[in-house]
């Protein structure tokens, strides 16, 4: 299997080519660099979330699938206390359920909202190293 293409390396490459003065093009290229991956991770953050949701949905139909069957056999056996036992139980499982996928989602939405956070505040980081050369060469 061949290794994969770096685009970044063939756009530093071309842009040293380029060099315009004050710019250090090299910075600018790890800077989207560092965007990217923050991105990449921010959307398998969101696959990961989503595969396990599905997973927990497939989860909750068979758990319900099983209850129904239990409650239809407790309605056939003409017992209306434990018939309506089983509904009740439902009822509850079913918000439990959705309370905990609501947690989930929250969870990674959290986790990716924090890694961009943190992608952003090193960019503003980034900025500032860079207009602090350029500052202080003007007072000179």
């Known amino acids: 299997m061949s290794s994969p293409i770096n685009p970044f390396l ?3 490459s071309m842009m040293s ?3 315009i003065q004050g ?3 090299a910075s600018v290229v790890e800077s989207r660099r560092k965007d990217i991956d923050a ?3 921010a959307n398998r ?3 990961e979330t989503a595969q396990t949701l599905a997973q ?3 989860e909750m139909l068979m758990q319900a699938m099983q209850d129904i069957q239990q409650a239809a056999r407790d309605a ?6 434990k018939a309506s ?3 009740r139980a439902a009822v509850e499982k079913a918000i439990e359920d959705m309370k905990e996928l609501a947690q989930i989602a929250q969870d990674a939405q959290k986790e990716a909202l924090a890694a961009l956070t943190k992608r952003a505040g090193e960019q503003l980081e980034e900025l500032r190293g860079m207009a602090a050369p350029k500052a202080a060469a003007k007072k000179k």
């Open 10 to 12: 063939d756009l530093q």
């Open 17 to 19: 080519q380029f060099s």
């Open 23 to 25: 710019v250090d093009l």
């Open 39 to 41: 991105l990449v991770a």
């Open 45 to 47: 953050s969101a696959l």
């Open 56 to 58: 927990k949905q497939t």
């Open 76 to 81: 056939a056996g003409g017992d209306a206390a």
């Open 85 to 87: 036992a089983s509904a």
